[in-house]
């Protein structure tokens, strides 16, 4: 991917990020999660209907790098099944961890297949995605 395109849609999704803004409904799960490099703590909200991720919401303090993460993550998830969403998640951090991984599963996630390159802001990609885990977690919890 093009550097210039790539910074593009980083910083378009950390100035204008979609589904930022979290709401009281009990049933969504919820989680916080932070980061022990940056200032990152972000409060997230998952809401999974018929084992379809329905609505995925977050909220708070975060650099670019997660702000923009938690954007295109959440948009990327919704409407995705449970399964899907799995995938998209494991292909995600083994992406970010220098691993082997699916980029056609990832979608615009894939802006981010170079953040391994500055060590100290995996963690601030990663965010999301470790917040989604924990939600789905929650879920396996709830059978």
């Given amino acids: 991917m093009d550097n210039n395109l790539r910074r593009e849609i ?9 589904n930022r803004g979290l709401i009281e409904d ?10 022990e490099s940056c200032i990152d703590n972000l409060d997230f909200m998952m809401k999974i209907e018929d084992g379809v991720v329905k609505d995925i919401r977050f909220d708070g303090e975060a650099c670019a790098i997660s702000t923009s993460a938690s954007s295109i993550m959440t948009r990327s998830l919704i409407g995705k099944k449970v399964e899907e969403v799995r995938e998209i998640l494991v292909n995600y951090q083994n992406m970010i961890n220098e691993k082997d991984y699916d980029s056609e599963v990832l979608g615009e996630l894939n802006v981010y297949d170079e953040i391994c390159k500055q060590p100290n802001r995996k963690n601030c990609a990663l965010l999301p995605s470790v917040a989604v885990d924990k939600m789905l977690g929650e879920l396996g919890n709830e059978k």
Avoid: E, F, G, M
């Fill in 10 to 18: 980083i910083l378009d999704n950390y100035q204008n990020p979609d």
């Fill in 26 to 35: 009990d049933s969504y799960l919820k989680v916080n999660t932070n980061s």
